[in-house]
C-alpha cells in the first residue's frame, strides 16, 4: 500500500502545475513523510524549481525527520540542511570530525550562512521558523526569503497551523503559489477544510490531491475503532490503566499526567511522559517503552499529547481526554500503528474528566469532536468526518480566525506604508509565557553547566547553550518566580550573561521517573496548561 501511494505521488508530481497547491491526504502508516519529500524531488526537477522546504509543526520531531531524510538521500545526504532553533551547527558528521581544523571552520562558516539563507536543495525547518520569518520586520530572519522563491513548500501535519494566524497563514501561502513560483503542498493525515470546494469562504481553489483515492486509502489502513467512553473519574482512569497490560492515556496538562501516573506508579512497566521532563529524559523513557512493547511486557504509558507529535509507539488500547477531532486522529495513531491486531482488538476510548477542567480553547474544540462521535459512529476518522469536523470549528472561529486582524492592517496601508513592526510582533506562532530551566538530567548536562560557570575564553557559549537545549524543561511564569524566591532554580554566571541561563539547584524537585515535580505545593498555583 505505500508503495502504491509512492508510485501515484510521484506520477502526479509530472503533470503541469495549475494553482501550485496541493494536497497530499494519507493516513497514519501511509508512508506519507518520504512519498512528499519524492513528490518534491521529482516535481522540482519536473518544473526546474530549487529547492524542497519540508515544513515541520513540532521541534521534538523535526531532527528524527531530518535524520530519515539523510538516510535515503544516501551518499547526497549533505543536501539536507536542519534549521531549527535546537540545531547543534557544532555537531560534525563523522567525515568531518577527522579533517583539520582549518576545514573544520571551512563547514562550520558555510552551514552558518546556509542556514541564515536556506540556500540549500532540501531545507528542514519548523512552521513557525518559516511562516514568522514571512511576517518578520527583521533583517536576520528576512534574509532567506529570496530562496523561498521557486521552491517546493510541504506543510507536514497541516491540520496543526494555528487558527488564530489562519487566515494570514492561507494568504502567505496562496500568495508564494501565485507570485513567486512555489508548489505548495498541505500534507496531513486529517485534512483541514480549507478548500472553496469544503465551502470555506476565500478558501484555496484548484487544490491537485496527490494520493490516489484517499477514501479507499481510509477504509484499507483503517486499524482502530473510536468510541466514546463518557465522564471517568481519576480513580476509573487509573482501574484502567491497570486493567490492561500495555496501554497509552493521553491527557490535556502535565498536572493531571503526573495525578494519574502516580496512581499506577507501583505498577509493572508504569511510564510517564510530559513536557516536565527534559528532552534528554524523554528520548531515554521512549527508547524503553519502545522496547517493552516490542518485547510483549507490561507497558501502562500515561503522557500529555507530546506522545501524539509524530512519536513512533504501538499500543493495543489508547485512552485520550477529550480534545479536538484532528487529537484524536493522531492519538488513534499510536494504536496498532503496525497493523499487526484486528481492528476488534484495537480500541480507542475518549473520555471526559470532570476533575480537570479544559483550557477555553480546548473545549471549543471538544463540542464539534463530540458531535461527530454521534453522528459518525462507522468511522469518525474517515475524510468526511474530519471534513464535518473543521468545517464547525472555522464556522464557529469566524472572524477570530484572523484574531490580530493582520490582513486588515495590510488592506488600509497607505501606499507601501506598511506596518511591519506592528504585523511582525501580532504574528506570533506561539504565545509564550513559559520560561526555561537548564537541569543537571545526567553527566553530559553537569559538565556543560560547568563549563557555562567557567567559560574558557576559547570557547563560544552558543556551542554550550546548543548542547544545554536537551536538557532545558519549560515552566509557566508564576511557577518560575516561586522557584526563584525559594532558591530552587538559580541564575547562573549573571557577571558574564545577566539573567540568560537558569539552573534547577534543588534537584529533589527533579524526578528520574517522571520529571519536575508540578503537583509539589511550590508549583501548584501555576496555571494548568495544555503542552
Given at each position: ?36 519529500l ?9 518544473h ?29 545526504k ?64 528576512c ?79 483503517r ?88 512519536v ?18 493522531q ?66 472561529k ?24 506592528d ?47 536537551r ?61
Amino acid at each position: 500500500m505505500r508503495q502504491h501511494i509512492l508510485t501515484h505521488a510521484r506520477q502526479q508530481a509530472l503533470k503541469p502545475r495549475e494553482s501550485g497547491l496541493y494536497s497530499l491526504t494519507v493516513p497514519t502508516g501511509g508512508g506519507k513523510t518520504l512519498t512528499s519529500l519524492a513528490f518534491g524531488l521529482d516535481h522540482a526537477v519536473q518544473h526546474q524549481l530549487r529547492r524542497v522546504i519540508y515544513v515541520i509543526p513540532f521541534t521534538s520531531i523535526i531532527e528524527q525527520t531530518a535524520d530519515v531524510f539523510r538516510q535515503a538521500m544516501g551518499e547526497h545526504k549533505d543536501a539536507v540542511l536542519e534549521h531549527h532553533s535546537a540545531f547543534d551547527r557544532d555537531k560534525l558528521p563523522e567525515e568531518i570530525k577527522t579533517a583539520s581544523k582549518s576545514r573544520q571552520a571551512d563547514y562550520r562558516d558555510k552551514l552558518r550562512l546556509a542556514m541564515e539563507s536556506w540556500d540549500a536543495p532540501i531545507v528542514v525547518t519548523t512552521a513557525v521558523q518559516f511562516f514568522e520569518s514571512l511576517f518578520s520586520d527583521r533583517t536576520t530572519q528576512c534574509r532567506k526569503l529570496h530562496n523561498i522563491t521557486g521552491s517546493v513548500i510541504v506543510l507536514d501535519e497541516a491540520q496543526t497551523l494555528p487558527l488564530k494566524l489562519l487566515r494570514p497563514i492561507m494568504a502567505s501561502i496562496d500568495e508564494l503559489a501565485l507570485n513567486y513560483g512555489c508548489s505548495v503542498v498541505l500534507c496531513t493525515a486529517t485534512q483541514p477544510a480549507l478548500k472553496d470546494s469544503d465551502e470555506f469562504n476565500n478558501g484555496f481553489s484548484k487544490v491537485q490531491e496527490i494520493a490516489p483515492n484517499p477514501q479507499e486509502l481510509f477504509k484499507k489502513l483503517r486499524r482502530t475503532q473510536v468510541q466514546p467512553l463518557g465522564v471517568q473519574s481519576d480513580e476509573q482512569l487509573v482501574a484502567h490503566l491497570r486493567s490492561h497490560t500495555q496501554v497509552l492515556m493521553i491527557v490535556n496538562n502535565r498536572r493531571h499526567a503526573r495525578e494519574l501516573f502516580d496512581g499506577i506508579a507501583i505498577e509493572e512497566g508504569a511510564y510517564h511522559l510530559t513536557t516536565s521532563m527534559c528532552a534528554e529524559h524523554r528520548s531515554e523513557k521512549l527508547a524503553q517503552i519502545r522496547q517493552r512493547l516490542k518485547d510483549g511486557l507490561a507497558c501502562r504509558l500515561v503522557a500529555t499529547s507530546l506522545i501524539e507529535a509524530g512519536v513512533d509507539v504501538d499500543f493495543p488500547t489508547v485512552y485520550r481526554a477529550e480534545a479536538g477531532l484532528d487529537s484524536i486522529a493522531q492519538a488513534a495513531g499510536r494504536c496498532n500503528r503496525e497493523g499487526r491486531r484486528l481492528l476488534a482488538d484495537s480500541q480507542v476510548y475518549v473520555f471526559q474528566s470532570p476533575d480537570w477542567k479544559a483550557p477555553p480553547e480546548l473545549a471549543q474544540l471538544a463540542a464539534p469532536m463530540r458531535s461527530i462521535l454521534r453522528n459518525h459512529e462507522g468511522d469518525v476518522l474517515a475524510p468526511e468526518a474530519l471534513k464535518s469536523y473543521f468545517q464547525q470549528v472555522y464556522y464557529a472561529k469566524g472572524a477570530d480566525l484572523d484574531h490580530h486582524q493582520i490582513l486588515n492592517k495590510i488592506r488600509i496601508t497607505d501606499g507601501c506604508d506598511f506596518p511591519f513592526q506592528d504585523i511582525a510582533r501580532d504574528f506570533r506562532m506561539i504565545d509564550s509565557h513559559m520560561l526555561p530551566i537548564i537541569v543537571p538530567f545526567d553527566d553530559v548536562a553537569s559538565d556543560n553547566l560547568e563549563l557555562l560557570r567557567n567559560l574558557p575564553e576559547n570557547m563560544s557559549v552558543g556551542k554550550i547553550a546548543q548542547k544545554l537545549q536537551r536538557y532545558v524543561v519549560q515552566v509557566p511564569e508564576r511557577t518560575f518566580v516561586q522557584l526563584l524566591k525559594l532558591g530552587a532554580v538559580a541564575v547562573i554566571a549573571p557577571e558574564k550573561f545577566g539573567n540568560q541561563f537558569y539552573e534547577l539547584v534543588a534537584q529533589s524537585l527533579y524526578s528520574p521517573i517522571a520529571g519536575l515535580n508540578f503537583s509539589d505545593p511550590v508549583a501548584m498555583s501555576a496555571e494548568s496548561a495544555v503542552f
